[in-house]
């Protein structure tokens, strides 16, 4: 296999094992978000779980949160505003969750623009997140 030397590589996040440990163990994720404000995946469950009561605006503030930690994340390693990254590592996941739940919070408050721009940071990020995330 050829590779395309346009194509900056693949982003890959370092794990924040103390954090993922205690988000996987059920301690609440405000509490996990505040322990660890720069772990994207205590905020996008925040997000999530807001989106499921139906609470909108909670929804969007914390993906908001948890999409700019995670860019900040992003370029800290390496990222320059584009190109892969891939969803089945792990420590991805956090900031492509927050990505789809702002894309689904702003669809909810009829930031359609919004909703867009986050879809498709999330199809040139990876696809499979999109599918993952339930944006397909």
Not at 39 to 66: C, D, K
């Amino acid at each position: 296999m050829t590779k395309n030397l346009l194509e900056p590589p693949e982003t890959l996040l370092p794990e924040n094992t103390e954090a993922q440990a205690e988000l996987g163990a059920g301690t609440d994720p405000a509490v996990v978000a505040a322990h660890h404000p720069a772990f994207s995946a205590a905020w996008a469950a925040l997000a999530e779980a807001a989106l499921a009561s139906g609470e909108n605006i909670a929804a969007y503030a914390y993906a908001r949160t948890g999409y700019h930690r995670g860019l900040d994340a992003l370029r800290k390693a390496g990222w320059k505003g584009f190109g892969p990254v891939p969803w089945r590592h792990e420590p991805n996941q956090g900031v492509l969750r927050s990505i789809a739940a702002l894309a689904k919070a702003a669809k909810a408050i009829g930031e359609d623009d919004e909703h867009d721009r986050c879809r498709q940071l999330l199809v040139d990020s990876d696809p499979a997140s999109v599918e993952a995330t339930g944006l397909a």
